[in-house]
């Protein structure tokens, strides 16, 4: 058995970041993620003014829960969705000053407009300076009141956990009427991480779709930052692929991250799994078989299945998975793409892909300058020596020393095969 220790949770690290820069106090982040995305957010909140210190291990963050203490600044968001969802919010609630929030051609390709309009519908003065509901944007802060407002987040759910954040930095509080929802688990972490610094969101309404948040704003805190579940998504699919066994401490029963339900979609198709308080183990049996499976809530993990599908016994359908087509790329036609280019059979629909076994052939897999396409793919190349990528370090993004360590994980599945 091998034992993976896999990096902080980038979702985790980002809201923590938010909600530290807001809360009233220090707060200390304890394992956070470093990776392109969240440091990127880290130098964002210092170009807004915020003191943000920098260990290894933990990163100290001063709230001012007040907003931005910089009253101009033009922010760099790089491909991070959410450093450029999360902080124009944050921004937005300050007592007043002026931002401006670019991002790389890869996020500005990327939609806004339900958060962006949500803004504008309490007052925020927002400017889309090219395309609407795109970077760049800019906001002239002057308070937040609250109240009401219906929101969409069926492309994602950030728009949702960003507005939650916000509420209690608004004067009167916000009450939030969604009407649909993509990746709901991530909005689990975010309520519970709200909890964790000092705020309580109730949930009502016939389905649980209307948040009601209070304000008073938050208070600092220690926090420790999760292991990344869908980063262990591929040591996790490696292990069931090859005929090995991996266990990744600190994702347990207790765990925020939906995706960790990944590693019950290998259970389905054959593998054991075993979850305790503490780790999550993966063991092959020696087969995976196909399945049909609804991945609307853990669709960051659409493609480490897709890359493992072709050596499935049966098909792979994977369904609602429609949100992944406005991701850091079209997710479900590169993954399609690619596994075309490697001789399997696949069809896609609007919301789902379906692949038929087969013997993959060695190509260069298109990354489309995407992490999630890299780091997949690389679980293929377990069983299909000689896949290449045309961008391998775009795996900065979430996991700079992905190529390194997960070399040394194969190399210890050889070792025992």
């Known amino acids: 058995m ?54 290894p291990d933990r990163w100290r963050i001063e709230g001012r829960p007040s907003g931005p203490a910089a009253t101009d600044a033009d922010i760099y968001c790089r491909d991070g969705a959410t450093t450029a969802r999360f902080l124009p919010t944050l921004a937005a609630a300050g007592a007043s ?91 689990e972490i975010t309520l519970a991480m709200m909890r964790s610094f000092g705020v309580e969101v109730t949930r009502g309404g016939p389905s649980g779709n209307i948040f009601t948040v209070p304000p008073g704003g938050y208070r600092a805190t220690s926090y420790a930052i999760e292991p990344d579940a869908s980063t262990a998504s591929y040591f996790f699919a490696a292990a069931a692929l090859t005929g090995g066994e991996v266990t990744v401490p600190g994702l347990g029963t207790d765990d925020l991250q939906g995706d960790l339900a990944f590693a019950a979609v290998l259970r389905r198709m054959g593998a054991q799994v075993r979850t305790t308080a503490e780790s999550t183990t993966v063991r092959s049996t020696g087969t995976l078989h196909g399945l049909t499976v609804n991945m609307r809530d853990i669709s960051d993990t659409m493609p480490t299945l897709a890359a493992i599908a072709p050596y499935a016994s049966g098909p792979v359908r994977i369904e ?40 993959p052939r060695a190509t260069e897999i298109a990354t489309h300058g995407d992490h999630r396409i890299v780091m997949s793919f690389a679980v293929a190349g377990l069983r299909t020596p000689g896949l290449t990528y045309d961008d391998p370090g775009c795996v900065r993004k979430t996991y700079p020393r992905f190529h390194e360590e997960f070399a040394a994980f194969a190399k210890g599945i050889e070792k025992r095969a």
């Open 2 to 55: 091998t034992v993976i220790h896999v990096p902080g949770s980038k979702s985790v690290t980002a809201r923590a970041l938010f909600l530290a820069a807001a809360a009233n106090g220090t707060s200390t982040l304890v394992r956070p993620l470093s990776s392109d995305d969240t440091e990127g957010f880290a130098q964002g909140l210092t170009g807004l003014g915020y003191r943000v210190d920098r260990e």
């Open 97 to 187: 000053g002026s931002y401006r929030f670019d991002a790389s051609a890869q996020m500005r390709r990327r939609p806004l407009a339900p958060l962006t309009e949500a803004l504008r519908s309490l007052g925020v003065d927002l400017h889309h300076e090219a395309a609407e509901g795109h970077h760049p944007l800019r906001i002239r802060a002057a308070g937040i009141k609250g109240g009401e407002l219906t929101l969409d987040a069926g492309q994602s759910s950030q728009y949702l956990t960003a507005l939650l954040m916000l509420g209690p930095l608004t004067e009167t509080g916000l009450r939030i009427t969604v009407t649909e929802l993509v990746s709901a688990p991530y909005i």
């Open 320 to 359: 609602d998975v429609g949100n992944t087509r406005v991701k850091e790329c079209d997710r479900l036609e590169a993954c399609a793409g690619n596994l075309r280019r490697m001789g399997i059979t696949v069809a896609t629909g609007p919301d789902w892909i379906e692949i038929l076994p087969g013997t």
